[in-house]
């Protein structure tokens, strides 16, 4: 089902140094997508392998789910990472993107991430009804109006503080040049 995103920008009312914008998407429920990179231990044929390395992996910071994974390897950090079968893993920098790193762990993969649900857990990647493509934010960041920036958007923006999941339209809050805008998730990416 397509999103249709109609906004309605409200007035914008500066006090101070806090400006105000309220935007918001028809509210359409939000679509939760699980990445599947690996099928019956195989590469899907969608995705392309560009780097093959070796490193240690622990539960991911940046994907809930227990089947997720975060590697270092040659200095970098590969989150999130899902396996592909007893040592190797696949590795993705977005749900957008199919060109992957693969990882084969030095060490025994044992998950962390019990207990997940997709309803009430924090997703690794949001798409925005106003087609912005975000990512979280894993590890230090900083903060905004005494909330943390959680995801970092293509369009330069920053999603800070929570996601609201209190209905099947779920909202965040966008910070862009300046101004804070509430607007609804289309899409959300385990």
Known sequence: MKKIMVLMFGFLFSLGSITLVSAQGADV????????????????PVYIVDDVVTGTCSASLADPRPDAWRCY??????????????????CMQSPWV??????????????????????TASPWALTLVDGSECIVSTGATKMINEQRVNYSCND???????????STTWKVNKKLNGSTVKINVGVVWY
């Open 73 to 90: 390897a040659s200095n970098e950090v590969y989150d999130p990472c899902f396996k592909m079968d007893k040592k190797d893993l696949i």
């Open 29 to 44: 429920e939000t679509q939760i997508n699980m990445v599947q990179p690996v099928h019956q231990s195989r590469l899907k």
């Open 98 to 119: 199919t060109n992957v790193t693969k990882v084969t762990a030095a060490n025994a993969l044992i998950s962390e991430n019990k207990d997940f649900n997709a309803l």
């Open 156 to 166: 330069g923006s920053f999603i800070l503080g929570s996601i609201d999941q209190t």
